[in-house]
């Protein structure tokens, strides 16, 4: 969880995703498509750290546990969440806000 907590400060947008799932890398896109640069931390491409960060995830209520977004720090949530901020004109703002975008 610790780990969790200290990746999520360290940038305006987190997504931790796995290299093999559709709903991540539309969620992905949709960022890099807005012009956000997010970290993106693969958790399938880390074995050991992977499943520590999921698990820790889970614990946060992510369900499933990716796609999951952080904007400025806090829990956005996943695919829906993300999807239902962007399509209300919320998601833009709130990037806005975190510093992730300037436009």
């Known amino acids: 969880m610790e780990r969790v907590t200290r990746i999520v400060s360290q940038r305006a947008v987190v997504i931790f995703s796995k290299s093999t799932c559709c709903m991540c890398h539309t969620i992905k896109t949709l960022f890099y498509d807005l012009g956000v640069n997010p970290t993106v931390h693969e958790l399938d491409e880390d074995p ?26 806090e ?29």
């Open 48 to 73: 050991r750290a992977g499943k520590e960060i999921e698990k820790a995830l889970v614990r946060l209520g992510c369900s499933p546990s990716v796609p999951a977004v952080f904007i400025g720090g």
């Open 75 to 103: 829990l956005v949530g996943g695919a829906n969440e993300v999807m239902t901020l962007h399509l209300s004109s919320s998601l833009v703002p709130l990037l806005k806000q975190a510093g992730a975008i300037w436009l």
